[in-house]
C-alpha cells in the first residue's frame, strides 16, 4: 500500500505496546480512543501518529518529517533519535530523564504546546507555546532554538 491509514475504532483505554512498529511515508495510525503506551518502537518515516494519546517509555525513531497529533508524554525512560523534523500538533510533556538526539528538529505547531523539563538535546523550533516543565525548574536545549 503506497498511500493510505491503519484506523483502529472503538471504545478501549490506552493500549501497551511493545512490539515494532513502522509507519512509513504518507501513512498515518489513526485511533479514535485511547491511544498508545510504547514500551516497544516506532519508526516513521514522514507519517502522522493521530490518537487521542500516546506515552513514549521505549524507542522512536523520525526519518522524513513525522507528526505526532496527541497528547504525548515522553516519559523518563524514553528515547527519541530524530533523523528527520518532529513536529508537535498536541499538548506534549517532556519529563526530565527523557532523551533526544539526532539531527532533526523538534516542532511545536502552532496551537500545539510543550512542557518540558532537563534537556532537549535536539534543535527546538517554537510556533506554538513552550512552557518549562510543570513546576519551577530548567530546561535546557542541547541544539538551535529557533
Do not use: K, W
Not at 9 to 14: A, F, I, K, P, S
Not at 119 to 146: K, M
Request: hydrophobic letters at 40%.
Amino acid at each position: 500500500m503506497r498511500r493510505g491509514a491503519l484506523r483502529c475504532r472503538g471504545d478501549y483505554g490506552l493500549t501497551r505496546f511493545d512490539g515494532q512498529l513502522e509507519i512509513a511515508s504518507v501513512h498515518r495510525l489513526e485511533m479514535d480512543s485511547g491511544g498508545l503506551h510504547l514500551y516497544g518502537t516506532m519508526t516513521m518515516d514522514g507519517a502522522r501518529y493521530q490518537a487521542p494519546q500516546l506515552v513514549h517509555r521505549g524507542h522512536l525513531t523520525t526519518a522524513a518529517g513525522a507528526v505526532l497529533d496527541a497528547a504525548v508524554t515522553f516519559q523518563r525512560s524514553s528515547t527519541t533519535r530524530l533523523e528527520g523534523d518532529l513536529r508537535l500538533d498536541g499538548p506534549t510533556i517532556v519529563e526530565d530523564g527523557a532523551t533526544f538526539g539526532g539531527s532533526g528538529s523538534l516542532i511545536i505547531n502552532p496551537g500545539a504546546s510543550l512542557a518540558a523539563a532537563g534537556t532537549v538535546g535536539v534543535d527546538l523550533s517554537n510556533l506554538g507555546l513552550l512552557c518549562r516543565g510543570t513546576s519551577a525548574g530548567v530546561l535546557e536545549i542541547d541544539g538551535l532554538f529557533y
